[in-house]
């Protein structure tokens, strides 16, 4: 009885505005694009899941079966001291995984403020970041993290943070363009005559608008940030020996030497396989992006004669 | 009338420097856009504003709706200056609620990721202290009146068509209560038949509130219908201005003769 008709309305929009965001997803995405977000969720899942899943303490080491064959209780075998690989390989993700996520992260946080505040002012600050932004991204991320863990201390947390800085103009380039773009739209000064703040306008309504741009980017940004982590791992200059890393793990010369090469296979392709999603992820989504905006160019507007 | 003017210009002007690279090294072209307009606005008034394309409407308009600073000259709307930027959030609130803009492409003058609701609500949080289910009610209402259906204003802006677009960014400007909204060419990207529905709206609304338009456009079929006075612009300058009837069929300015013979008849493209 008290149903009326705009509460009607909201609960059917609710589900179908979910179906709408799976449909558009899945179309963004194509089938190789759905292959690749299904490995990307099964990593995640391992990451966040290794205490649950993982068969063996990654750490144990059983010297009584030191290079085990495939099968029985190992899965995969046993490495030199005698640790369970499939374990370390699940245990793996969780630090080849969060090491990335928080450069991306980071250079977010740190990036899509800065590109916002660029488009909004314009000027000599836009002039600044932006030549900022091309100096940073000329550099190698992987030379910019060496010079940081030879001037600070060997580990993840100074890699981190030098890509982090390193990897700032992937997101902010791309989203201090798209904010240029949405910036002189006619939304943005009617906004402006309405009397809302800078702040709120970018906030509210730029920042919103860009997401689909500088998300297409986040994925790409992601696997170099991983590769590049996987390096240094390798190198010895982020993560170190002991912990389980995916860059960690494919450096067993001793291994190999011996002729035990399975695990620095499984982490290589492990690391391969997630960084070519990762990178078609990307690249769907901006070809996506790439492809509406020259379908929606030609558009007629009657304007003025 | 005797009352105040709620839109006071006087010598306004715009000059843009555009700086181009010339064989000599950088050059400064100076563009005057508006050169030394001075006018006014009525309460309830609607003035229409007529000329080429680049005579200095849309300059005009920018300048009023502080989105462009005025070379020289002063601009007042209800008594308070807004020749220079607004300095503080509460200069710019008051700005806001005395004068609303309303644009000529509805494909860009809507945020497409907003319904048209959510569009007005924002207007009300900005411009209004009314509690979350008193600004619901009066989003419905607002939309009632700009003529949207239950449907359209839970749309997003790709779900409507021009006209119901345009509906929803006069019904964002009705909603800061404004005392003059400045149409820039607002129905010219609009068919004819929809905008002779936007016009009978705006006509409608001027009725009902009392505000005033600065109606800018370049058809005078329609400022004929729409507006009490009329401005005509030429590079600039403006060359005539006096009640619509007298502009349009006794000009005195061969200007305005010769816009008037250029304009096709009211439907044909
Ligand atoms: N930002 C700008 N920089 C330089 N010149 C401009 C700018 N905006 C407008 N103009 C010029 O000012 C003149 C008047 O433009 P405008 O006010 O848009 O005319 P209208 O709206 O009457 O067509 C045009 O010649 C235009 O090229
Ligand atoms: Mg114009």
Redesign the pocket.
């Given at each position: 009885m008290t149903l009326t008709q705009p509460s009607l309305t909201a609960v059917e929009s609710a589900p179908s505005r979910a179906n709408a965001a799976g449909r558009r997803l899945r179309n963004r995405l194509g089938a190789t694009g759905l292959v690749a977000l299904c490995w990307i969720a099964l990593m995640i899942g391992c990451a966040a899941l290794a205490p649950v899943i993982a068969p063996h303490d990654p750490n144990a080491q059983d010297l009584l079966h030191v290079y085990a064959a495939p099968g029985g209780d190992h899965l995969l075998g046993t490495d030199g001291t005698g640790r369970d690989i499939l374990s370390r390989l699940i245990w793996g993700a969780r630090t080849s995984l969060v090491g990335p996520a928080l450069v991306v992260l980071l250079s977010l946080v740190v990036g899509l403020p800065l590109a916002l505040a660029a488009a909004w002012r314009g000027g000599w600050l836009d002039a600044v970041v932006g030549r900022f932004l091309d100096i940073v991204f000329s550099l190698p991320a992987i030379l910019v993290a060496v010079l940081a863990v030879a001037v600070f201390r060997p580990g993840p947390a100074p890699a981190i943070l030098a890509l982090a800085v390193a990897y700032l103009p992937y997101v902010a380039r791309v989203a201090r363009s798209a904010a240029l773009r949405q910036r002189a739209m006619p939304y943005v000064a009617a906004l402006t005559v309405q009397g809302h703040g800078g702040v709120a306008i970018c906030a509210r309504h730029l920042l919103p608008n860009i997401t689909p741009v500088v998300g297409a980017q986040i994925p790409i940004a992601f696997a170099n940030a991983l590769m590049d982590l996987a390096a240094l791992s390798f190198l010895g200059l982020a993560v170190q020996s002991p912990q389980a890393d995916w860059g960690v793990l494919v450096n067993d010369a001793q291994a190999v030497l011996q002729g035990h090469s399975s695990q620095v296979v499984y982490a290589g392709v492990l690391i391969i396989a997630t960084v070519v999603a990762l990178m078609l992820i990307g690249d769907r989504l901006g070809g996506d992006i790439r492809r509406r905006r020259v379908r929606r160019a030609p558009q007629p507007t009657g304007r003025?004669p | 009338m005797t009352a105040a003017p709620v839109v006071d210009v006087h010598e306004l002007r715009?000059v843009?420097?555009?700086g181009t690279s010339g064989p000599l090294g950088p050059r400064r072209n100076e563009?005057v856009?508006?050169a030394g307009a001075t006018f006014q606005v009525a309460a309830g008034e609607c003035l229409g504003i007529v000329?080429?394309?680049?005579?200095?409407?849309?300059?005009?308009?920018?300048m009023l709706a502080g989105l462009?600073r005025p070379t020289a000259g002063t601009i007042s709307v209800l008594g308070t200056d807004r020749s220079r930027p607004a300095r503080r959030a509460a200069e710019r609130h008051l700005r806001g609620g005395q004068l609303q803009m309303v644009f000529q492409d509805p494909y860009t003058s809507l945020d497409p990721r907003q319904t048209a609701r959510d569009t007005i609500d924002e207007t009300l949080r900005l411009h209004t202290r009314l509690s979350r289910a008193e600004r619901a009610d009066r989003v419905s209402e607002i939309a009632a009146s700009v003529g949207l259906d239950q449907r359209q204003a839970h749309a997003l802006p790709a779900g409507l068509s021009g006209g119901q677009r345009q509906r929803v960014a006069i019904a964002r400007a009705l909603a800061a209560d404004p005392r003059v909204i400045v149409l820039?060419?607002a129905v010219s990207a609009l068919d004819v038949s929809i905008q002779a529905q936007i016009l009978n709206l705006l006509a409608d609304i001027r009725d009902a509130t009392g505000v005033a338009y600065l109606f800018?456009t370049?058809d005078l079929a329609v400022v004929r219908h729409m507006a009490d006075r009329v401005l005509v612009?030429k590079e600039?300058h403006i060359v005539e201005q006096g009640p619509t009837a007298k502009v349009l069929d006794h000009p005195e300015h061969p200007y305005t003769q010769r816009l008037r013979e250029s304009v096709p008849a009211r439907g044909t493209p």
């Open positions: 003025t | 715009k843009y420097r555009t563009f856009a508006v000329g080429e394309s680049g005579s200095g409407k849309s300059t005009t308009a920018r462009e820039d060419e800018i370049h612009l600039g």
